[in-house]
């Protein structure tokens, strides 16, 4: 079996992707005074050997920024094709990810152009955290995602019992 994330190995009665294709961890970085992002190495290495160097650059709420490898995307629209057009939350996603979104390809440094849209709302200045999320990247400032780690949506005893019922 295969999936947007590579193959997928059997092992214990349950599906576990490979790290084929898999973006994991966290990678601090920093947007440049142009507002640029280099796309930590680690990241980078993988996206550009999995899925090329073209990207599209987005938000659904505009608080982070997110980077989705142009053929991870392009599932998304897929699946998205599939909703009916006039489905509320089909466009308003829709609405959202196009307000802020543009496609971006890697230049030859490993950098991208967050939109400065995008860029203003979610206060992509100085020092970021670039988080792996399996097949697209999350992009926050670093002190707005500590204070939604740490504050406003800290883990919970709930959240670990929810994912224990996947085995997690």
């Known amino acids: 079996m295969v999936s947007l994330l590579g193959p997928v190995v059997q092992q214990g009665g349950f599906p576990l992707e490979t790290s ?35 990207l599209f650059v987005t938000s659904v709420t505009g608080e982070y920024v997110r980077l989705y ?62 988080l792996g999320l399996q097949n697209h990247l999350a992009v926050w400032n670093l002190k707005r995602l500590q204070e939604r780690l740490f504050k406003k949506e800290p883990f919970t005893d709930e959240d670990g019992r929810l994912l224990a019922e996947y085995g997690i």
Not at 20 to 25: A, I, K, P, S
Not at 107 to 127: C, F, Y
């Open 69 to 130: 490898p142009m053929a991870v995307w392009v599932e998304i629209e897929r699946r998205l094709a599939e909703v009916p057009s006039t489905h509320p939350s089909k466009l308003r996603f829709l609405d959202r990810v196009n307000f802020f979104g543009q496609t971006a390809t890697l230049d030859k440094q490993g950098r991208i152009v967050i939109p400065q849209m995008l860029r203003e709302s979610a206060a992509m200045a100085g020092e970021v955290s670039v």
């Open 20 to 54: 084929v294709g898999m973006l994991r961890g966290n990678h601090p970085a920093r947007i440049d005074e142009k507002g640029r992002l280099k796309v930590p190495n680690g990241f980078r290495s993988t996206i550009e050997s999995q899925w090329g160097q073209e």
